[in-house]
């Protein structure tokens, strides 16, 4: 419910958009990784991103739920959502932000490099981030490919002491989005 509320606040703070200005998925990929060499790899994924992008603007905005990333190890999801993401306080991260320079009719089937710009929300902080990101047209669709990293201390996400060696407060985070 808190989803569904949440995805139609992003289409209405969008104001009017007629269909072919805007482009969304609600399964989109995001992986992150915090692995250190010579320990276990900390790496979770999750389809279930929801992204908005108004074509006409360049305004994008996304959301996932927190507890959607899974985990290789079960034991090592329940850690992270329970010690770490604390995803019952905090559900959900969210970005909002605008692509510079973006032009639809700009876009082919060859990946262009855009910057994005924004707020990215997680652990309850905000914090401005810039995306590099490569984007492409595939038929009528918006592919956006991203990779970037976060520092967990930016966003109050505290790493116990004991598993500190074995966990990178440096995260990498990818995203592979196709819009509709």
Excluded: C, W
């Excluded at 970037?148 to 995260?171: E, Y």
């Amino acid at each position: 419910m808190k989803r569904a509320l949440f995805v139609f606040a992003l289409f209405l703070s969008f104001g009017s958009l007629s269909a072919q200005s805007k482009k969304v998925t609600k399964t989109g990929e995001i992986t992150f990784e915090a692995s250190v060499p010579a320990f276990e790899e900390v790496k979770a994924n999750s389809r279930n991103a929801t992204f908005v992008l108004n074509t006409d603007t360049g305004e994008i905005a996304s959301l996932i739920l927190v507890k959607s990333f899974r985990f290789k190890i079960a034991l090592m999801e329940e850690h992270f959502n329970e010690n770490y993401i604390e995803s019952d306080r905090y559900p959900k991260a969210t970005f909002k932000g605008k692509i510079d320079n973006f032009k639809l009719s700009a876009l082919s089937e060859s990946a262009k490099d855009f910057a994005i710009r924004g707020k990215l929300e997680l652990h309850g902080k905000t914090k401005d981030v810039i995306i590099p990101a490569k984007i492409q047209k595939s038929g009528e669709d918006i592919v956006i490919n991203a990779a970037f990293n976060v520092n967990v201390d930016d966003f109050g996400i505290d790493i116990p002491s004991i598993v500190s060696k074995k966990v990178s407060k440096n995260v990498n985070i990818t995203i592979n989005s196709t819009l509709k």
